[in-house]
């Protein structure tokens, strides 16, 4: 792109960026479509504006091909919404990217399995975050996000906060998840789970 062309897509792009933020867009989300806007401008060379139907099906072609259809859906919804709050154009050519119904059953790990994958961790700090993962049925990033604070030994309840969707929720506390989570307090001493251990200060009285 030549310098007028670069300096219209730092335009249009600053807009993209605050369309969706606007909207209460989670971060996840806008990054996202910023990186939708800026992977077609960037193989066109041009900017996404002065792109045409054609251009759109040659994009999504190849994309279709280097790309997961994760990569394919996120970036149909980040370029549609871009369209359509940016440029304020309709997205006539929806309907020409459909990623195919696919339904995999997923992989079912046997407790057992589970147990041998916690006692073959050297790791203590790595045995108790499998624990957490498995024995609440957490998401990867929600276990990564766990805090002292989202514990309660009362209710024997732990809070989930910006889970799938932003949503928060409840789910129960397993004993002997409540019992390891406090050894492990002992030496870890940080309130978030995924932190680096600090020099141990006692024991734990708030979980």
Request: glycine content about 4%; proline content about 5%; some cysteine.
């Amino acid at each position: 792109m030549n310098a007028s062309e670069q300096q219209q897509f730092n335009l249009l792009y600053q807009q993209h960026l605050t369309n969706p933020t606007l909207q209460g867009k989670r971060p996840a989300t806008i990054d996202a479509y910023a990186r939708a806007v800026r992977r077609i401008t960037a193989f066109f060379s041009r900017t996404p504006d002065s792109l045409t139907k054609d251009d759109l099906k040659c994009y999504f072609a190849q994309l279709i091909q280097t790309h997961s259809w994760s990569t394919v859906k996120l970036d149909c919804n980040g370029l549609q919404f871009f369209y359509k709050h940016t440029l304020e154009r309709q997205w006539e050519w929806l309907n020409i990217v459909k990623p195919p119904q696919v339904k995999r059953i997923p992989d079912i790990i046997t407790n057992q399995q589970i147990g041998h994958l916690i006692t073959a961790t050297r790791s203590l700090r790595y045995q108790v975050f499998f624990l957490v993962l498995y024995s609440m049925g957490l998401r990867l990033s929600e276990a990564l996000s766990l805090s002292v604070n989202d514990i309660d030994s009362q209710t024997m309840q732990v809070h989930i906060r910006e889970g799938k969707g932003g949503k928060d929720r409840l789910i129960p506390l397993p004993k002997r998840t409540l019992h390891a989570l406090r050894n492990y307090w002992k030496t870890h001493r940080h309130p978030v789970l995924r932190k680096r251990p600090m020099n141990p200060q006692g024991d734990i009285t708030s979980v």
